[in-house]
């Protein structure tokens, strides 16, 4: 079956860089839609950047210019690279991957990683 395995998380200083990986393994032959979420404590999970098979991205206000959402389709990978991060960007960080169209897709989540942004 499908497993997205997510790796990258960990401390790091306010101002400083973490690339967040999500490696999709099992029987999966392409990703369309690709996503990064993060869950802060007591916070719901909120979409903060997505990218579709054809390369348009969306990324929400508060990581713009920030962050970068990029995909390996050859090795099926996604990643987040998180540059100046604040102290709010400190959460969980959940991988999501969506196979077919939109109302007929199936969806896939990566365990999370926990990034805290701390001096």
């Known amino acids: 079956q499908v497993r997205l395995v997510e790796s990258g998380g960990g401390l790091v200083q306010p101002g400083g860089s973490l690339r967040l990986s999500c490696a999709a393994e099992?029987?999966?032959?392409?990703?369309?839609?690709v996503a990064w979420y993060r869950q802060g404590p007591g916070d719901k999970r909120d979409e903060v950047a997505s990218?579709?098979?054809?390369?348009?991205?969306y990324y929400s206000d508060s990581v713009k210019g920030r962050f970068s959402i990029f995909t390996d389709h050859v090795e099926k990978t996604v990643y987040l690279q998180m540059n100046s991060l604040k102290v709010e960007d400190s959460a969980v960080y959940y991988c999501?991957?969506?196979?077919?169209?939109?109302?007929?897709?199936?969806?896939?989540w990566g365990q999370g990683t926990q990034v805290t942004v701390s001096s």
């Open positions: 099992g029987n999966i032959v392409r990703l369309d839609l």
């Open positions: 999501q991957v969506s196979i077919g169209s939109p109302g007929n897709s199936r969806e896939y």
């Open positions: 990218i579709r098979r054809d390369g348009r991205t």
